[in-house]
């Protein structure tokens, strides 16, 4: 009871978080001091049908939230003909604008170079997930040794470091002896088959490395300081007492004990990996969504900006549903409340 | 803060090596971007002129870390760099700290609907993705230095908050507290003189850290292309540099900028670490990370801190 | 005839961060024989604790055993490897703490958690033989064999508490010791508690080191008892002799503290003062300060733990003949 409860709440609190979320990328469209919106309109690099589409899909010369004027003569379905409703109504059909740059669906591009990002994303937070993991837990067994020191050091290093700057660092230490940029070596083509996607691999080493670098760190912290707290606990002397090697005990009792908080904070760091991944793709030419949006920055394609952004809040909520979720499921002592 | 309580902080303060790196870290460049104007050889907008054989040149006599793809000295655009980002980083850590303050004191102490409501807001803006966000208002919105420090310091008072509701909440309890209230001291007065002075050290601590977190976010919108455009950043340097040198490896222009950025984050995470162990040592690796906001979020999941010396995983010693 | 276990001379040092040696345990005696069991009594912080840790090898990072002899049945447990210890851990001393919520680990299953045991020591493979076993255990502490697949959130604090003990009897151990097995218990559970552990002693010839503050467990459970305050022995005899004809200055204090049922209106008398911290031990007798006999010489000069008569030891040069 208590576990529906609970979950409950989270879903619903995730729908809201959308809904702000939604609402807030209406309003930025066409609140924020310098409306880009009627500038654009203006620009003369949109064809006089890009203008008109604008001004179709935003409603851009109706009333942005209720008409007042329809609900006066008791129209309210009308009323609520606004820019608002046309914004709403847009994204429930996938349709996220049309870029300015490329003039095309922005919900095509999106769709489109997704998967890069996903890959990138995969990839590196597995990598920093095995290696906060072990490290964490090596960290803490080995609390106060030189081994515990240098990983401290280690994390403290990484959390003053800009990803973008790290991977500044690798491609310039890397140049020559691994792919930089891209990710592809032009050419191939999938069709190529298996050496396509080991091209791919190399392509997606850097990258990756980076990615693991910085975020391992804080799975170090958390798992160090997770373990401690378990290794603390009674249940690890009576296991000991028991005669479990330490070996033993590290895996059976601690490790899922503290493994316990991890679930829920590769989640949460999921909003902090996805800036991480935009410097990446950014610093390396990955053709993802990341990347995408410093494009989008460079050349004021505002549609192309928003909708990924949408799209990427939208995949951090979901995911920390999710992460929720999961989490109770696992720790048997929240299914009790 | 009472004058005992900093004098005690300096105290163990003095007392830790890496406070004291941290410190010395920090001060140089304080002091480096205080003196530019007479530290550095040329202003960094100075239009000099230019001959095609004068971009992009190594570091040499005249040019100590070399120029940069427009001619211009590097090194005076770094000295000129700190002043930019310790600007951001100390004024938008401050803004953080007195809305996060403010909004985990009042949720604190008043409990009840208004502490939920803060703390909704504070899961939501934990949620969202940070770069992303600030991408798109400074996007839209525009460039320059302010914007950037509002943005900056608006999202990033949420750690500070839960942190400081979590320990007005313990302090809440305490015994003088409930005197003061049957003396009929007012509510205002009680979080004032009471609460907050004992919150403060640990706030403090964090503000360090936000610091770095503040000159890093800043560096990164500034490397992604969103920096003032009238003020010579580090982010920006880089900006430059990957975006015009990185084919040429030229390093003097690519590495300077980034290792400052890593030189003043590690010397403010060291002293804001220090400041957290002395403050509370309970929290001792709790804050240590990026992002703290993780820590937040899951305050109450993670075990805390155990005492130091339960660690059964360990064969008892003889000793000889 | 060798004896269960043949502690001594065991002294044990805790290690402060900046490298002061604190003496826990100092020079502890006592032996304990087939059939019978031995309460070890004192305050908080007198090592009694500490002393069940050291001779299980148990001691936390900080803890140095600093000298004495730990003999199971006749082997010394202080010469194995730590490989062996673990051998012979739970086979022969197995151990139950204070029945704390984390006790058993709260995100495993307690029959696993038993089986665990078992599965260690015996070479057991057969699945079903080992769940037999767990069910008979459980039986035998009076669960039912059904929550053994439950996890320990949904027990109650006495029947963690009575799991705990199914499990520490899983490879039918000669020793059992219990520590504080029922402190953090309410009153009519204790009882359960206290009745189970007497009800094992009979039937399975179990010998229990009982460590408690309570000496009313004590004389219902104990064939021995051994007094400890400030990290050493204060007095060290039968039950009987410790109830009738105790000596030391501390063991008669202590049971003039407990209420008394043949004479329930004469006063109960608590001991002024605190037991001496580690870092500040006295140089002499560690009671002096609160000592209601002392003398001159109690604050210079450790006492030794003398023979008054056989089985009978006292600490105390100026003890209380009756």
Partial sequence: MQQSNYLIRKVLFGLVTLAVVVGFNFALFRILPGDPVKAIARSPRLTQEMREKLRVEFGLDKPVFLDLERLKTGDVIGAFDTQFT??????????????????????????????RTVVLVAAGETLSLV????????????????????????????????????????????????????????????EDGWVYWTDVGKHLILPTLTMAIIY?????????????????????????????????????EALKNAMLPMVTIAALNLAYTVGGAIQVETVFSWPGVGRLMYEAVMTRDYPVLQGTFLLLAVAVIVANLTADILYSVLDPRVKAG | ?????????????????????????????????????????????????????????????????????????????????????????????????VIGTTIGLVAGYRGGR??????????????????????????????????????IGLLGWTVTARLVRSQVLSIKERCYILRARVIGASHYRIAARHILPQVMPLVIAEAVLAVSGAIIAESSLSFLGLGDPTLVSWGMMLNFAFERAISRRAWWFLLPPGFAIVWVSVGLILIGSTLEEIVNPSLKTHHLFDPRRMMARIAGRVPKEPAPDHTALVETERAE | MMSLLEVRNLSIDYLREDGMALHAVEEVCFTLEEGRSLGLVGESGCGKTTVILGILRLLPAQGRIVSGEVLSKGTDLFSLTEAEMRKHRWKNLSIIFQGSMNALNPVR???????????????????????????QLLDLVGISP????????????????????????????????????????????????????????????????????????????CNDVLVMYGGRTAEYASVDTIFNEAQHPYTRRLLQAFPDIANPSSKLASIPGY???????????????????????????????????????VACPFREDN
């Avoid at chain 1, 912290?221 to 090697?245: C, N, P, Q, W």
């Avoid at chain 3, 009519?188 to 009982?210: F, G, H, R, V």
Wanted: proline share 6%; net charge positive; aromatic share 6%.
């Fill in chain 3, 146 to 221: 059904q929550r053994s697949r439950h996890y320990p959130h949904q027990y109650s604090g006495g029947m963690r508490q009575r799991a705990m003990i199914a499990m520490a009897l899983a490879c039918s151990p000669d020793v059992l010791i219990a520590d504080e097995p029922t402190t953090a218990l309410d009153v009519m559970i204790q009882a359960q508690i206290l009745d189970l552990l007497q009800k094992l002693q009979k039937e399975l010839a179990l010998s229990i080191i009982l460590v408690t503050h309570d000496l009313g467990v004590v004389a219902e459970m």
């Fill in chain 3, 275 to 313: 037991p001496p911290p580690l870092d500040a031990l006295p140089r002499g007798c560690r009671f002096e300060p609160r000592c209601h006999r002392k003398r001159a010489i109690c604050a210079e000069q450790i006492p030794t733990l003398e023979a008054v008569q056989p089985g009978h030891y």
């Fill in chain 1, 131 to 190: 290696l906060g993991i072990t490290l964490g837990l090596v960290a803490a067994w080995r609390r106060g040794t030189r081994a515990d020191m240098g990983i401290l050091l280690y994390a403290l290093f990484s959390w003053g470091l800009p990803t973008f700057f790290l991977g500044i660092i690798l491609l310039i230490l890397a140049q020559g002896l691994l792919p930089v940029g891209g990710m592809v070596t032009p050419g191939l083509k999938p």
């Fill in chain 2, 114 to 151: 208004i502490d939920s409501l803060s703390m909704r807001l504070v899961d939501f803006l934990l949620v969202i993705p940070d770069l992303p966000l600030m991408l798109v208002i400074i996007s839209m919105w525009g460039r320059g230095l302010w914007k950037i420090i509002l943005v």
């Fill in chain 2, 1 to 97: 803060m009472t004058m005992q309580q900093l004098r005690e902080i300096g105290r163990a303060f003095i007392r830790r090596p890496a406070g004291i790196v941290g410190l010395i870290m920090l001060l140089v460049v304080v002091l480096v971007a205080i003196a530019a104007p007479w530290l550095a050889p040329y202003h960094p907008k100075d239009k000099i002129d230019v001959s095609p054989g004068d971009l992009l040149t190594p570091p040499d006599s005249e040019h100590l870390l070399g120029r940069d793809d427009a001619g211009r000295d590097v090194l005076s655009q770094l000295i000129y760099g700190a002043r930019v980002s310790l600007t951001v980083g100390f004024v938008a850590s401050f803004m953080s700290m």
């Fill in chain 1, 86 to 115: 046309a914004y709403i109504n847009a994204l429930l059909h996938g349709n996220l604008g049309i870029s300015f740059r490329s003039r095309r669906a922005v919900s095509e591009i999106l769709a489109e170079r997704v998967w």
């Fill in chain 1, 216 to 252: 391992t760190s804080s799975y170090i912290l958390i798992m160090r300081s997770s373990v401690m707290g378990v290794l603390s606990e009674d249940y690890i002397l009576t296991a000991k007492a028991k005669g479990m090697s330490t070996f033993r005990i590290l895996r059976s």
């Fill in chain 3, 109 to 135: 299953r307690v029959g696993d958690q038993i089986a665990d045991a078992i599965k260690l020591h015996e070479n057991a493979n057969d699945g079903k033989q080992v769940e037999a076993r767990v069910h």
